[in-house]
């Protein structure tokens, strides 16, 4: 019979000592961690036995990753450790993990924390983008499932606590890591390549006794990303039944991670009653690239086949070919000071306080070029090309009268299509007696050859919080926790854009030869080789002139906002400890009362009848009109309850009962909108009446924000069934009903664009801007009316005002399942191996049929490794199905997605030669690991499941060296 070295529960004692940090370390498990000899397991074994330490030792159902060491996670960052966790699940943003679902909810529903404190993130909402925290700086994290009365960052998905070092109860190390990093594909951009590096530094010291101890890690990033990206704007369905796309959207993709981080704590303890830590985080990021590829109309002829399954060829085509440098800064900073106190044997008190900024530019500029200016040429000079088309999209297999894009000499700097009227305002700007092929003077509506498109992020979290915490004797509470926390939360959008106009307006020039690179490759998608040019370089040597869009573009006012939010937690909780009919039982019962003020200042955009948005002076300062500004106060009790028996030897059934809530999403809360118009004349022919925008659509739009909104609210349910049977195996079962008294709907209702009972009684109709005088006899729109030459006609008054309100119900039910096994518990011959499973089924509904952002009705993983004298090998495999998220879309705005399931495989395979017999490698780890090993693309479909984006990243590889010197 093989001899149980450790009793799991005494083993969770000390580890857990160990691991604890901030608010939950706790005096008295100092103490009791002091009498207990902690016994170190590396590797991935010892990775399972702290977690499983951690989950067995903890009030509430937790999920846990750690490293023995300080920079020996064995993940470049920690979303991917995360997403390999029992009811987790990620999210990959241009090939790299990032986003972290949990229990079925997208990370702006999940709560993250630092060492306890609420984290801010860098993009438009509150999620956090995980992949900006290296693994090196990191020790583990721990993921709360259910929730108590002292956990200050909550969620309605649970919460993800990050954690750092504590020098004082880590053990002294200088470690250098290094890694280097390549995708298997070449960058089909040649300015760009494959291959990308790591480098970071992990110092922990002690002084004085062991009454100061430091820690510092420093990490610098250089990742590599390139990906093909197939799109579409969209499908339609001809007569014959076919359904075809109506414009392509296909580019190379090539961008390069630059990240340095640095974070630094510093422990005092000058007697054993102060504790007092300070700790400092700095994450300089820059993610640049290129996006490089085609985007134009569509139109087919000589279709065969049914359905998404045809043939055929485009005509008349005039591809634009786009180049979008990209650029990507910011910048994450967090200070912290926490003080503990011991008043005397029963009761302590701590003080804790934060400060986290964050700033980001997240810009794209466009550059296109093509055959020629729009306009320029008739159908007989453009080209065509031949094409297959599937549910997996469109592929091109031939082409003829497009042979200029691979040629700097022909192919020329302008725009091929004109994309609409956003110029109106400056159309005397653009007037010129030069003909178009048609016979009609160049206008606005050719003059757009570019556009500079960037969003500014400012986010400002300052928390404070003071807890008592006492021991009482005799009674059934054995200890009691009081506590205030206060945050003060400040975040803001700056929406910028600017159209661009080549100084050979209304001509056009070939590319200039000192902004070629070379060419890029294409032939992928079947569009063979471009040429590939420096976009940025027409906007810094003036060859475009610039016009801020912002003041054209009610869409992009209309999502320049900012977000105030204070709030004040009371809470309580108390532990108990005793047992009924011989049954031991542990848990705590407690209460918050969240206080909440929030307030949001913006826009509302609208066209004026100068046709320039909110600037009836032409002065370029935003009408006072247009501002606006609303806020609101409420006020939640949030109880919670955890119970945990232990109904044999390490066998338990836990419980927990909880309200939780997460606050609505940011950009949802903005007080900023906008009124839109669509200036296709099928949409303007529409006959004026309400059955017939119904029927047919509409060129008007109204879309607002609503900074009323409260936050998210559920009640929730959790039973857990846990059995550990060996010090790191266990299996559990664990069900979770979370009832969903408050979600965010989709308010959507048919309004009078030209007496808007919303907005006083506006009309925003402008004579000369929305209507249009017919050019040509014929019939117009979907109702098929005809016109003659010379008829004005005018838009239908209705179209549809787009919100956001509160009242949306529903419910979400679901199972975990997880084993963790040592295979020498069947035989001794399977030493070393080892399987770790897990799988999550979720049943979730909204009352309106929508899905909850980030929901999968299913995820699995299994990771199968093997670890012996210092070898060690695992391979790690995740499973996931459909899900719906969101994603920036066109004027950097928040659009929905449906992403198709993933399954994921990595690798990794190290060897520690602390355990060899070559003294002067001690301290060496050598490891090499695979990701996205099958190869396995994100794709995007439409309500009939039809691809409309589909992005190819490939497998990458990472070899690292670390070193320990002690």
Known sequence: MKRQIFKPALLSLAVSSALCSGHLLAQETDKAADKVEIIEVKGIRGSLIRAQAEKMGNSSIVESISAEDIGKLPDSSIAESLSRLPGLSGERVGGRTSGISVRGFKEDFTGTSLNGRELIGIGDNRGVEYDLYPSEIMTGATIFKTTDATLMVQGIGGTVDLRTVRPLQAKETLTVNATYEANQSDSDNPEFDNKGKRIALSFVEKFADDTIGLAIAAATTESPNNQRKYGVWGYSENDAGQILPTGLDTQSISTELERDT????????????????????????????????????????????????????????????????????????????????????????????????????????????????????????????????????????????????????????????????????????????????????????????????????????????????GIIEDFYINKVTFGVNYSDRYKDKENKGFFATAESYPFSSSIPSAYVYGLADLSWAGFGQVVAYDGFAPYRDGTYTLNDAGLLEPDRLGDTYDVDEEVTTLYFKG????????????????????????????????????????????????????????????????????????????????????????????????????????????????????????????????????????????????????????????????????????????????????????????????????????????????????????????????????????????????????????????????????????????????????????????VYSLTAYYEMAGFEFRVAATDRSDFSTYQRGGSNKIETASRNGVRLVDAQISYDFTQSPFDMLEGLRVSLQGTNLTDVDEETVDGNGIVTTRRQFGPSYMLNFNYSFY
């Not at 955009?605 to 247009?626: L, P, Y």
């Not at 022919?685 to 059955?691: E, H, K, Q, V």
């Open 262 to 469: 640095i974070s630094a704590v510093l422990q005092f303890r000058p007697t054993d009653k102060l504790d007092i830590t300070l700790d400092a985080l700095d994450i300089d990021y820059s993610d640049s690239g290129v996006l490089r590829g085609f985007i134009e109309p569509f139109s087919s002829a000589n279709v065969t086949g049914s359905g998404a399954n045809s043939t055929g060829t485009q005509v008349n085509a005039n591809p634009v070919l786009r180049t979008d440098p990209l650029q990507k800064d910011g910048e994450l900073q967090v200070f912290g000071l926490n003080l503990e106190y011991q008043l005397n044997d029963n009761w302590s008190v701590e003080f804790d306080a934060a400060s986290s900024e964050s700033d980001k530019r997240d810009s794209r500029g466009e550059s296109y070029a093509g055959l020629a200016r729009s306009g320029a040429l008739n159908s007989s000079q453009l080209g065509s090309r031949d094409f297959v088309m599937t549910p997996d999209g469109i592929f091109f297999t031939g082409s003829t009268g497009l042979g200029a894009f691979a040629d700097p000499n022909l192919l020329q700097l302008t725009g091929p299509q004109v994309w609409g009227g956003g110029m109106a305002n400056l159309a005397d700007q653009f007037t010129t007696g030069v003909l178009q092929a048609n016979g009609d003077p160049y206008s606005y509506f050719n003059a757009q050859d570019g556009f500079l498109n960037y969003a500014d992020f400012t986010e400002e979290l300052k928390t404070y919080r003071f807890e008592t915490v």
């Open 575 to 858: 532990d108990f400890e005793n047992e009924i009919g011989g049954i031991p039982y542990t848990g705590n019962i407690g209460l918050q009362y969240v206080k909440t003020d929030q307030s949001s200042s913006g826009y509302i955009g609208v066209v004026g009848a100068n046709f320039a948005v909110c600037d009836a002076n032409n002065d370029k300062v935003i009408d006072s009109n247009c501002e606006v500004t609303q806020g609101a106060s409420y006020n939640h009790v949030l109880p919670s309850l955890n119970i945990s028996f232990e109904v044999g030897d390490n066998k338990y059934v836990r419980a927990a009962a909880n309200k939780t809530i997460s606050r609505a999403r940011i950009d949802q809360m903005k007080a900023s909108g906008f009124v839109k118009f669509d200036q296709n004349i099928d949409l303007i022919t529409i006959p004026n009446s309400m059955a017939d925008v119904e029927k047919y659509g509409t060129p008007w739009s109204k879309f607002a924000g609503n900074p009323l909104l409260k936050p998210l609210e559920s009640n929730n349910f959790d039973l857990s069934l846990e059995n550990y049977f060996e010090t790191d195996g266990y299996l559990s079962l664990a069900f979770f009903y979370k009832d969903l008294v408050n979600w965010t709907r989709d308010g959507n209702s048919l309004i009078n664009f030209r007496n808007d009972e919303s907005n006083a009684g506006a009309d925003y109709f402008i004579p000369g801007f929305h209507d249009r005088i017919i050019d040509q006899d014929g019939t117009y729109g979907p109702a098929d009316i005809a016109y003659s030459a010379g008829d004005l006609v005018t838009p239908p008054d209705y179209g549809y005002y787009s919100f956001f309100e509160d009242g949306l119900k529903g419910k979400v039910r679901g199972l975990e399942f997880t084993a963790n096994t040592p295979l020498s518990m069947l035989h001794d011959s399977l030493e070393g191996f080892g399987l770790a499973a897990s799988a999550t089924i979720i049943d979730a509904e909204l009352e309106d049929g929508s899905r909850i952002p980030g929901q999968s009705d299913r």
